[in-house]
């Protein structure tokens, strides 16, 4: 029997351009279930051009994604998260006037292949909730929620949809020191639970603990990949976070 990981996601040669902008060149990486792989890169890499390719909010001008072993790169988003794939964003994407417990109940409801019942969901949201610190907040409107608050939120809902591979996308943006220590504590459990995840983030004492690998993107194209302390100490990748390299305009 072969208890080797299975590849989660492989990615092959991924490109995207917006009319005469090359945002992202031949990207090609595997992740391993139960792996946690770091994305980083300076403002204009290419990482949110990426997640949103892989989690079929975006198409790409060539190149493949596979999932779980089937190719998906022409799955829609909401077919993506019933498959098993999960992410959050930039800006969090919150139902505003539903109240905290029903957003979370919405990620219960959908992504799931058998709907729980009304109950089953609003226990599992609560355990959630719990988990990102938000049960307090359970009958806030989501509106009311500070923008630190709103990403935890999102967290709660995608984990609601119980994925094989999270994707986060600068989750911890905004949080503080504390929260973002939390969030790593977060992180780890999740994966011993069985959860693959994939997260870009700007804040290096964040992504450096949790993640086994690192990839470094730089204007659409990776310049380097390794453990975390190789690629910390890359003169590459150093000169891109000093903006020597320039950046190529997309956000993220």
Sequence with gaps: MDNRPQICLKVSRLSKRYGGQQVLRDISFSLQEGEILGII??????????FNIITGWVPPSGG??????????????DRLCRGGMARTFQIPQVFPEMSVLENVMTGAWFGQQSRPSAAQARDQSRELLGLVELAAKEATPARE????????????????TRPKLLLLDEVAAGLSLKAVKCLSNLILRLRTQG????????????????SDRLLALDQGEIIAEGSPQDLIQNPEVESAYLGVRGAAGEEG
């Design 41 to 50: 890169g300076p403002n204009g890499a290419g990482k949110t051009t990426l």
């Design 64 to 77: 493949e994604v596979v999932f779980l072993g089937e190719k998906t790169t022409d799955w829609t988003p």
């Design 145 to 160: 929620l500070s923008l630190m608050q709103q990403r935890l939120l999102e967290l709660a809902r995608a984990l609601a």
């Design 195 to 210: 959860l693959t995840l994939l997260l870009t983030d700007h804040l290096l004492h964040l992504i450096m603990p949790v």
